[in-house]
Nanobody
């Protein structure tokens, strides 16, 4: 049973930083691309960032380019999302997810999901 557990969310003022962590069970990271998604109240889940399987290539939504950095440590079964210069519109529940695809920005392509961690950015 694959499990993903996020942590690191919280309340931060605009302009601040947070580092989200996602711990995975088993050897999921060795053959899965890892992604971060977020969902704000009343909105659909949206892509934030992805770390491609094997190649180390990363991909970001335009909203996070230059501010967010995804990284992974396959040996520790961990993936991270460093978020800087946070804005109120970054508020939402952030989810870690895994896909057997090389990479994807589409939530439907991800088979495994964590329970989410709340990020609230105050203005």
């Amino acid at each position: 049973q694959v499990q993903l557990v996020e942590s690191g969310g919280g309340l931060v003022q605009a302009g601040g930083s947070l580092r989200l962590s996602c711990a995975g069970s088993g050897r999921i990271f060795t053959n899965h691309a890892m992604g971060w998604f977020r969902q704000a109240p009343g909105k659909e889940r949206e892509f934030v960032a992805a770390s491609w399987r094997s190649s180390g290539i990363t991909d970001y939504a335009n909203s996070g380019k230059g501010r967010f950095t995804i990284s992974r440590d396959d040996a520790k079964n961990m993936v991270y999302l460093q978020m800087n210069s946070l804005k109120p519109e970054d508020t939402g529940v952030y989810f870690c997810a895994a896909t057997r695809s090389d990479s994807s920005s589409w939530a439907v392509d991800y088979s495994y999901w964590g329970q989410g961690t709340q990020v609230t950015v105050s203005s």
